[in-house]
């Protein structure tokens, strides 16, 4: 199950959406078959993954899906396929790659900014973004005031990913891999507003102009 706002917003981008099953074993010819990936929202990730603590707030870990994600992300870093992780997603290539999540973020920061509803809802918050990242020529603004909805967050950074954005309260809301030609990871939810958002939008349309980089690169062999 995918929401549509993922699948229309690589659309209005010009790009063609694709949706992959999480098999692992079928990772690396997946990738051959597509020019950009994106690692999308959704449920928890099992916290033996990155040696965490099986918290009692960690819900609907599905260990297929984790496996064929840490796959997906690990072959496309190596191989330099544009990536774009939202929110799990963003969790996930950190945790692919090396690095720890936060299980639960009431334990570890204070209350002063609201990053999931109550009930389990979508909210709007700040996050500043660092001048200088890809991730702020692509969006082109400082401060921006996307959709959150997360109770997990990057805890320890996965080794070579850099941090570029973070919520008033310190969480860190977007990393991004200087060594790869396209790799980026946002906490928060472009999809959910970009259809009337256009900061948002130009995430997917970057990633987009990306991919059709490496289509390029592969019609000329
Ligand atoms: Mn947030």
Known sequence: MLSSHFIDAIHRAGGIPVVLPPYENDAG??????DGLIISGGSDIDP??????????????????????IALVR???ERGL??????????????????????????????????????????LHAVHIDAGSRLAEIVGNEVIAPASWHHQAIRTL???LVITARAPDGVIEAV?????????????????????DPVQQLLFNSLVQ??????????AG
């Open 82 to 123: 544009p990536t774009l992780g939202i929110c799990r997603g963003a969790q996930m290539i950190n945790v692919a790659l090396g690095g720890s999540l936060i299980e639960h973020l009431p334990d570890a920061v204070d209350n002063s900014i609201q990053h999931r509803a109550d009930p389990p809802g979508a909210v």
């Open 75 to 77: 072959l496309a870093a």
């Open 29 to 34: 010819d997946q990738l051959e078959r597509i």
């Open 210 to 219: 990306g991919a059709q980089l490496t289509l390029e690169k592969r019609r």
């Open 48 to 69: 033996s993954h990155y040696g965490g603590e099986q918290h009692p707030e960690v819900y609907e870990v599905d260990r297929v899906r984790d496996a064929g994600e």
């Open 176 to 196: 991004e891999l200087p060594s790869h030609p396209w790799l980026i990871a946002v906490q928060w939810h472009p999809e959910m507003t970009a259809v009337h």
């Open 158 to 160: 996965a080794p070579g």
